[in-house]
């Protein structure tokens, strides 16, 4: 795809929904006794590969746009799968999923796309086998396809290496099943979701510090769920305002989950002119609106528990620190390494083909601004999503256009991205 640079963005856009929260709405829903119906459900290809997967094991979802209903039966009505589930890209789906799974007892198949086929599921499967799931996949398990015969579980106490909501939930989601307590403790708090939307469908947690416990053998009530829009989706459009000349963006509805704010805090550090407007809503989960005007930013050392919170911001916070004033670190993010791409990688390669000064590091990178992006380059988002919304927004500033290969990949979490940016531009 050919961009080019923009004069200004300016209007209002509704983000769609949150990924997170989305496919949790259909993982709890289809656990759960009842019709769960979820709004604002996004319908990007992650979140349709889970609703996929729950219909291969027989629940009912009905979906039409961004409403799904899903007609739960209760977790012991799932049924072994006929064929492979395939998660395609999605790391939230395959990781979850095997937390349930782990607790079933039938066997499954799980794999996904080449990108799915590279990322670390030890981290996973191995506390899941400790609760005494027999898992198996290459290399011990480390990678796909996963077979996985479930069943007859344990709680355990598990303190994770890492802050990983992923390896959280799908632990948490095998306790529901165990028998006894299960506890959770990680380095440092991430994204809770899974926490607020169990609560919601009526199941008990304990929280303390980093660590949550959660007792086997409850069972979940049908809910009316509104996702928000997904902060993750929006900080493109956040990073845009601040950075490209005579900006003003309203972002509407957007998630405000303190655990998923980082950006926001970013933001506000680097001097953005940033007004945040709360809306007073009984959802489990915080909303409001967002408006940013475009801002003389300075650089930021980013780095320790504000990382979990900003994890996926990461390949945009680049882009934004190439046009503030002096050194951006980011530091303490070598989880970067093992997302949909190796994100220090992807991130540095493709900035530097626009003319940035960025380094790479052990645990994140070092970008030098204040600088003029040239553009006049063929970059691509390497199937990477998060990626290739960079490269759209970072288009806006080039001096020259340039070629985004590989932007299909946007589908995942933000499939009207172009349409909405579009919407914003003014052509120069
Ligand atoms: C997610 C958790 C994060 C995040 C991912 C979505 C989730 O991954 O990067 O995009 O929905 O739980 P980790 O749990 O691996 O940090």
Known sequence: MKREKVQSLNGEIHIPGDKSISHRSVMFGALANGKTTVKNFLPGADCLSTIECFKKMGVHIERSGSDVTIHGKGISALQEPESLLDVGNSGTTIRLMLGILAGRPFYSAVAGDESIA???????????????AHIDGRAGGEFTPLSVNGGDLTGINYVSPVASAQIKSAVLLAGLQAEGTTTVTEPHKSRDHTERMLSAFGIELSEDNT???????????????????????????????AIIPNSRIVLKNVGLNPTRTGIIDVLQKMGAKLHITESSGDSAEPYGDLTIETSELNALEIGGDIIPRLIDEIPIIALLATQAEGTTIIKDAAELKVKETNRIDT?????????????????????????????????????????????????CLTQESIEILQTEAIHVSYPTFFDHLNKLAAKA
């Open 118 to 132: 590279k990322r670390p599921m030890k981290r996973v499967t191995d506390p899941l086998k400790k609760m005494g």
């Open 211 to 241: 660590s949550v416990s959660i007792k086997g053998g409850q069972s979940l009530t049908a809910q009316d769920i509104f996702v928000p829009g997904d902060i993750s989706s929006a900080a493109f459009f956040l990073a845009a305002g």
């Open 347 to 395: 991130v540095v390669s493709e900035l530097r083909k626009l003319g940035a000064n960025i380094e790479a590091t052990d645990d994140g990178m070092k970008i030098y601004g204040k600088q003029t992006l040239k553009g006049g380059a063929t970059v691509s988002s390497h199937g990477d999503h998060r990626i290739g919304m960079m490269l759209g927004i970072a288009s």
